[in-house]
């Protein structure tokens, strides 16, 4: 294994253990505390910091790739783009004659699993 993806997975990792556990301790405080707007507001969107660690983690490894790889991760990234920008529209479609409200929040988790859709089927293509 590169030493570029030894470090993608050690950076990508503690960032999502970081992200649980700042999701985990912010819940639980807020659920137990009264706590004024202002400090829900810095405890709610504490997560983001771990996520933007992710981030850096992706594009540090993005980085690394020769052109084949990135070529590969661009058509993922594209898959999942059009898998969710597609799915959304159509969802809003649905949203009109009474569905459920689709929250803002899954969106990201969609992207994720869409893009990990995506690159087993570059995986496949570029056998």
Same mark, same amino acid.
């Given at each position: /294994?590169? %030493? +570029? !993806? &030894?470090t993608y997975y050690k950076?990508?990792?503690l960032s999502m253990a970081l992200y649980m556990a700042t999701v985990l301790a912010t819940v639980y405080y807020l659920r137990n505390n009264e706590v004024a707007m202002w400090l829900q #507001?810095? @405890?709610? @969107? @504490?997560? #983001?910091?771990p996520a933007l660690m992710a981030l &850096? +983690?992706?594009l540090t490894?993005?980085?690394s790739l020769d052109e084949l790889q990135r070529q %590969?991760? /661009?058509?993922? #990234?594209l898959i999942a783009f059009l898998i969710?920008? $597609?799915? !959304? $529209? !159509?969802?809003g479609f649905l949203e009109g004659i009474g569905f459920p409200r689709l929250d803002t929040i899954f969106i990201l988790p969609l992207m994720t699993f869409a893009w990990g859709f995506g690159r087993a089927i570059t995986?496949? &293509?570029? &056998?």
């Open positions: /294994m590169k %030493q +570029a !993806t &030894k950076n990508f990792f #507001v810095v @405890l709610v @969107l @504490l997560p #983001v910091v &850096k +983690a992706e490894y993005y980085r %590969q991760a /661009m058509e993922a #990234v969710v920008a $597609f799915g !959304t $529209f !159509t969802y995986a496949r &293509k570029y &056998k």
